[in-house]
């Protein structure tokens, strides 16, 4: 049973930059599917970006060339960098594992709010 633990979140001035990461235990991480998804009240959660066990990465159209994903096999982490942020990416954020015959496994979330 794998478990996920985001920190990072917080308060940022648009244009402002943030780095959330997802630690990860229980499981081996180098084998997960590892993804980060936002969702705000009211709305379906979303996937921002993902990256495979083979390094590669999906992002959504929407913070492409903005937001960076990135994994640290060793340190069983995964990183959302956050550049450019405007009021709209204000959401939860919450940290995604899947890997089939595995599990899908989900974090508690953390805020991020976006000030204009």
């Known amino acids: 049973q794998a478990q996920l633990v985001e920190s990072g979140g917080g308060l940022v001035q648009a244009g402002g930059s943030l780095r959330l990461s997802c630690a990860f235990s229980?499981?081996?991480?180098?084998?997960?599917?590892m993804g980060w998804y936002r969702q705000v009240p009211g709305k379906q959660r979303e996937l921002v970006a993902g990256?495979?066990?083979?390094?590669?990465?999906n992002y959504a159209d929407s913070v492409k060339g903005r937001f960076t994903i990135s994994r640290d096999n060793a340190k069983n982490t995964v990183y959302l960098q956050m550049n450019r942020v405007k009021p709209e990416d204000t959401a939860v954020y919450y940290c995604?594992?899947?890997?089939?015959?595995?599990?899908?496994?989900w974090g508690q979330g953390t805020q991020v709010t976006v000030s204009s």
């Open positions: 229980g499981s081996i991480f180098s084998i997960y599917t």
């Open positions: 990256i495979d066990s083979g390094g590669r990465l």
């Open positions: 995604n594992a899947e890997r089939p015959g595995y599990g899908d496994y």
